[in-house]
């Protein structure tokens, strides 16, 4: 079974410029999260999007913004890119809601964007 | 605010040994916690969670953690490591009621030497 699938798994951009991030969760999740993290921290959390809908949103500016389409793949988009920007941005899928019954908890992580801002 | 505090940032030990990590969280409701596991070269994934119920619980590959509430910590241990389980661990809470977000430690990285 395919897990979560990120793209790309690489990129290098510069100062300013704009990134799309995309993810396809695992299938049967409904549930889209996106994290960033950067060298020697834990992941923080960005955005949550369940049903085409953002949920959660964490302390980011709004460079940051994300979509989830009706497949319930998701993009991460941010603009006018900074240094600290540079990160491993992780997606992860789950398959309820916090609002739908019991949720687990548990997420299922892609390897990963690496992005470096130069 | 929600925070986890994981102490050790690196853990270096010889197969067989006795692992003990520790995670102290900061939040003052419920709280649903877990650790995860990242193994060299591959993505994040669940080692074990607790949600209610025995505060002892167990995980995959012989892990288990203690939920103490009184000390909000949440301890990964296992009885004898081995060298496959070099890895960065990390803890994680999810305290708000209702919310998906994971917050979470900063990781210990762990070495074992065969």
Redesign the interface.
Same mark, same amino acid.
């Given at each position: 079974d395919a897990g979560v699938t990120q793209s790309p798994t690489h990129l290098i951009k510069t100062r300013g410029q704009h990134v799309t991030l995309r993810c396809s969760p695992i299938s049967g999740h409904k549930s889209v999260s996106w994290y960033q993290q950067v060298l020697g921290q834990g992941p923080q959390f960005i955005f949550q999007y369940y049903e085409k809908e953002e949920r959660g949103r964490g302390n980011f500016p709004d460079r940051f913004s994300a979509r989830q389409f009706p497949n319930y793949s998701s993009e991460l988009n941010v603009n006018a890119l900074l240094l600290g920007d540079s990160a491993l941005y992780l997606c992860a899928s789950s398959l309820t809601n916090s609002g739908q019954g019991v949720h687990t908890g548990e997420l299922f992580f892609g390897e990963g964007s690496r992005l470096t801002v130069l | 605010a929600q925070s986890?505090s994981?102490h050790n940032h690196h853990v270096i030990l010889s197969e067989a040994a006795s692992l003990e990590l520790g995670c102290n969280y900061s939040y003052g409701g419920t709280v !649903?916690l877990?650790w995860?596991v990242q193994y060299p070269g591959?993505?994040?994934?669940?080692l074990l969670?607790y949600?209610s119920g025995d505060p002892l619980v167990k995980g995959i590959k012989g892990f288990e953690a203690e939920f103490i509430k009184s000390k909000f910590s949440f301890n990964l241990r296992k009885p004898s490591v081995q060298w496959s389980d070099t890895a960065e661990y990390?803890c994680?809470v !999810?305290g708000k009621?209702?919310? !998906? !977000?994971?917050?979470? &430690?900063? &990781?210990t990285r762990l070495t074992v030497i065969p």
């Open positions: - | 986890v994981q !649903n877990f995860y591959q993505h994040l994934q669940l969670k949600f990390f994680a !999810n009621e209702g919310a !998906n !977000n994971l917050f979470f &430690g900063t &990781g």
